[in-house]
């Protein structure tokens, strides 16, 4: 009779450790699931799951005049001053245009040439479409790249990103079992071809693509956290 108290305990530990180790595997698998961009991160759920009624995003920048590029011949260093706050600094991409505008203060100071992804009309939606995303995202951190000159990294996939890649499986545009995606950044060219700049040719698969001369300017003037807001 003694015994059955310590056969009770010891099976309520057993239970214990089974649950421990069912929430460890389940927090493990979770995890790899939102590496492999086929969840999205916890945090960012409450503003996912607005799957309709949802309010969209308004525009960030000012437009400028169709077929224009604002000051290219001229430096960054000659259009703003020198104790510039890297704080006002902000950028539209405008992917109908293949122009890349530079704005302080929402002003606009420099535009550059720009292409895209290879599948260049439309939204990103999920991996492998080979478009690039449009919508409001901020810079995520900035690093030199080996073939690219700059990667100018991008906070692609946002709440946003995850809201509309729910919804295109919802109304079926996506199966299911294709991942968000993700590693969206702004960056130059292999040595030798800013030629597929000038003329247009969408090569990436997905990033916006820049002169390698533009992505090291580019690169000086902004920071993370800076927005850029790439329209259709």
């Known amino acids: 009779m003694k015994q059955e108290p310590l056969k009770i305990i010891s099976l ?11 929430l460890i595997s389940g927090s493990l698998f979770y995890l790899l699931l939102v590496r492999l961009g086929f969840v999205a991160p916890i945090q960012e759920i409450p503003q996912i799951l607005c ?17 224009q590029l604002l000051n290219y011949d001229k430096s960054l260093e000659q259009l703003i001053n020198k104790n510039y706050n890297k704080n006002k600094i902000s950028i539209l991409i405008e992917k109908s245009q293949h122009r890349l505008t ?22 990103k939606y999920g991996e492998g479409d080979r478009r690039t995303p449009e919508g409001i995202l901020k810079v995520r951190d900035l690093y030199p790249h080996p073939q690219w000159s700059k990667f100018i990294w991008l906070d692609y996939p946002n709440s946003q990103s995850w809201r509309k890649h729910l919804q295109a499986k919802v109304d079926g545009k996506l199966a299911w079992y294709i991942p968000i995606g993700g590693q969206v950044g702004i960056h130059g060219v292999p040595v030798g071809t800013d ?21 090291d300017e580019l690169y ?3 920071d993370k956290g800076t927005v850029v807001e790439i329209l259709p």
């Open 102 to 123: 530079l704005y302080y203060d929402l002003k606009p100071v420099k535009s550059y040439p720009v292409v895209f992804g290879s599948n260049s009309v439309g939204d």
């Open 12 to 22: 309520h530990r057993q239970q214990i450790i089974i649950i421990i180790l069912l």
């Open 195 to 215: 030629k597929m700049i000038s003329d247009r040719y969408n090569w990436t698969l997905g990033c916006p693509s820049l002169k390698n001369q533009d992505v």
């Open 51 to 67: 799957l309709k009624n949802c309010q969209s995003e308004q525009n960030f920048h000012p437009n400028l005049p169709r077929n």
């Open 220 to 222: 000086q003037w902004i």
